[in-house]
């Protein structure tokens, strides 16, 4: 099974400020990746995704993300934030071998102080 | 309208209680799942079903039974629930659940349960 490591819970972040998500996945086997969003008392949203080709990946809000197979990584950047991207952020994994089974990390925290 | 709906979005409920959980997705999509969202835990994969058929079934107590009567409608029935059941159940769609699809998930916006 994969395991999704999402290196910080918390991120506090001037607004106007760049931001950078850590994500971090086990497998070296192919793998599909995401990013999804959390607002308060909502379900999540995707954000990005990166399925094949380019390894950046450009998103909704002005966020994107790279992937980067030999450091299994799939880090979220936004060059400037806003206050209301304060919210919680996931990254998952679905492998190519499983019922497009997600697995996600715990979630890092993004906090924008004006 | 939301394209995964889920009622309640508020539930508490007593241990000896019986209840339901509904899910229903207006996407057209093949395959539905239940998610578990706890504080400070990454969610987990509850149930997979795929054109109605139960396909994953991660190791949940039998206190929580899924029900998937067809591809849009989506139920988790709790009986005898115990209080560390509290938590965020996510439900969420995709257009089919076959290995390497790759599909996006889609998630409702939760129903949010109490046990006491």
């Known amino acids: 099974a994969q395991s999704v490591t999402q290196l910080d819970s918390q991120v506090p972040v001037f607004e106007e400020a760049p931001v950078e998500l850590r994500c971090n996945y086990s497998?070296?086997?192919?793998?599909?990746l995401f990013w999804y969003v959390q607002y308060p008392n909502q379900g999540l949203q995707l954000l990005l995704k990166?399925?094949?080709?380019?390894?950046l990946v450009k998103g909704i809000n002005g966020f994107e993300a790279e992937f980067n197979k030999s450091q299994t990584s799939f880090h979220l950047r936004k060059p400037s934030v806003h206050i209301s991207d304060t919210a919680e952020y996931f990254c998952?994994?679905?492998?190519?071998?499983?019922?497009?089974?997600?697995?996600f990390g715990s979630g890092t925290k993004l906090n924008v102080k004006p | 309208e939301t394209g995964v709906t889920q009622t309640p979005r508020h539930l508490v409920m007593g241990m000896t209680n019986k209840k339901s959980l509904k899910c229903e997705q207006h996407l057209g999509h093949n395959a539905m799942y239940w998610y578990k969202q706890s504080a400070k835990k990454p969610l987990e994969l509850m149930f997979v079903y795929s054109l109605e058929e139960r396909v994953e079934n991660n190791s949940v107590p039998s206190r929580f039974s899924p029900e998937c009567p067809n591809s849009s409608h989506l139920f988790l029935h709790l009986h005898t629930l115990q209080p560390e059941d509290s938590a965020l159940y996510l439900c969420?769609?995709?257009?089919?659940?076959?290995?390497?699809?790759?599909?996006?998930?889609?998630f409702g916006e939760g129903s949010w349960l109490t046990v006491v």
């Open positions: 990166y399925l094949s080709g380019s390894t």
């Open positions: 969420a769609s995709s257009q089919e659940a076959a290995p390497g699809s790759g599909n996006t998930i889609y």
């Open positions: 998952a994994v679905s492998d190519y071998g499983n019922f497009n089974k997600f697995y």
């Open positions: 497998s070296s086997v192919s793998v599909y």
